[in-house]
């Protein structure tokens, strides 16, 4: 098939998938497009079957804010013609199911059918989209999909009860791929963070308000006190220097390390002992998943999607959001006690290849499939 997938191309989860997937399917020898203002950061574009087009947004200064979706609809008019592509999926429904559905009616009028795929990742739905200003335009565009599908069972659940939903939602969960990690055994160079043999905690987010980042350190401050470890910080984001000053105010600073938006999370999780998610909402909550597959029990908050990938007592712990010191107990239940914490790690990574690319994949595959033939007009 030949599609284009449009995305956020950053640092976020929805990007990480929608590219991943791209290079799974393109591996399949589909020809896949990338539609986007920028190179998604896990592109790799000298790869067979992938391309990546980009969306230019000329600045107006008479505009105070400039139409992207305008120009990406009309790009995807244009590639979809010039490269004749089946099918477009888009990830995140603001605004690209909406422009999606755009480029749709101006090909319709000159007589070429695009289907087009929206996956919903979250905060498109619990957070912006359900916000008045573009609530209606929101649920217009996933009504107009030629097919929905949602990362879990909880963001279903949550979509149908914040927008008038007239068309089937499909769960297919994020992935993982599993054979990449396998086939892997790197070097894992633990004393680059841990030279005193302290355990090593890690947590990955954007550091939005919703991520709770300063949970993340309480808990490890308590942690801390009990079993020397080191914390490990990655991304960026507005809480970021309430957390850094929080440390530097309360004798943390050497055993915090802020490393910023990086490209070796694998390089990260390979030397983590446990990984902290405390969000207040988390639809899916792909840096856990990722974590699993690198053998890290995860303790997290039982909220969304959490408790569909991490199992309580088995790959990880959830608990309420907000109650930094259960985490901090559990946490120190694991570190403190090698066995157990050994048999997490263990069935963390099984459970991790519940969520193996292929199978996913292929589901994708098959609603593609459904989209192209099921011609609406
Ligand atoms: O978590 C974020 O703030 C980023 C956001 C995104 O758009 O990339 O993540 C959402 O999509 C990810 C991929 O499907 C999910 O793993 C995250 O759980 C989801 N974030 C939220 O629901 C808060």
Same mark, same amino acid.
């Given at each position: ?21 791209? %290079? ?5 020898? /589909?020809?896949? /497009? ?8 896990? *592109? ?6 992938? /391309?990546? /087009? ?81 609530? +209606?335009?929101?649920?217009?565009? #996933?009504? %107009? ?26 769960? #297919? ?17 633990? +004393? ?13 987010? !954007? ?33 970021? !220097? ?9 004798? *943390? ?56 990938? #991490? ?25 403190? !006690? ?40």
């Amino acid at each position: 098939m030949k599609i284009g997938i449009v995305c956020y191309p950053t640092f976020g989860g929805s990007g990480v998938v929608a590219t991943e997937l791209g %290079h799974a399917l393109s591996s399949k020898g /589909h020809e896949i /497009h990338f539609i986007t203002y920028q190179q998604p950061v896990r *592109l790799n574009t000298l790869k067979a079957h992938i /391309h990546f /087009h980009e969306v230019n947004v000329p600045k107006y200064p008479l505009f105070q804010y400039q139409p992207y979706e305008l120009a990406l609809s009309s790009k995807l008019v244009q590639v979809v013609k010039k490269e004749q592509l089946e099918l477009l999926h888009v990830h995140y429904a603001i605004p690209h199911a909406y422009a999606a559905y755009m480029a749709q009616k101006m090909l319709e009028d000159q007589g070429i059918y695009i289907p087009f795929v929206t996956t919903l990742h979250g905060t498109d739905i619990t957070l912006v989209g359900s916000h008045p200003f573009y609530k +209606d335009a929101v649920a217009f565009s #996933i009504n %107009h999909s030629n097919a929905v599908t949602s990362v879990s069972k909880s963001l279903k659940v949550d979509t149908l009860r914040l927008f008038p939903i007239k068309t089937n939602i499909q769960v #297919i969960y994020n992935f993982i791929n599993v054979d990449f990690y396998k086939s892997r055994q790197p070097p894992c160079e633990r +004393d680059l963070i841990a030279p005193k043999g302290e355990k090593i905690i890690t947590h990955i987010s !954007n550091f939005r308000p919703l991520k709770r980042v300063m949970d993340v350190i309480k808990t490890f401050e308590i942690i801390q006190d009990k079993c020397p470890s080191k914390l490990v910080m990655v991304g960026d984001g507005i809480e970021k !220097n309430k957390a850094k000053l929080y440390c530097k105010e309360n004798g *943390l600073e050497d055993k915090v390390l802020f490393l910023g938006k990086s490209n070796e999370i694998d390089r990260i999780l390979c030397f983590t002992d446990l990984f902290i998610l405390p969000s207040e909402k988390e639809s899916f909550g792909l840096a856990a998943l990722e974590a699993m597959i690198h053998k890290v029990p995860v303790i997290a908050t039982n909220v969304g999607g959490l408790p569909e990938i #991490i199992q309580e007592g088995v790959s990880g712990f959830l608990l309420n959001v907000g109650d930094y010191k259960g985490m901090a107990r559990q946490g120190l239940e694991l570190l403190l !006690n090698p066995q157990k914490h050994d048999d997490f790690k263990n069935q963390a990574f099984e459970q991790a290849q519940q969520f193996d690319l292929k199978r996913i994949v292929e589901q994708y595959e098959s609603v593609y499939q459904e989209a192209i033939l099921k011609k609406t007009y």
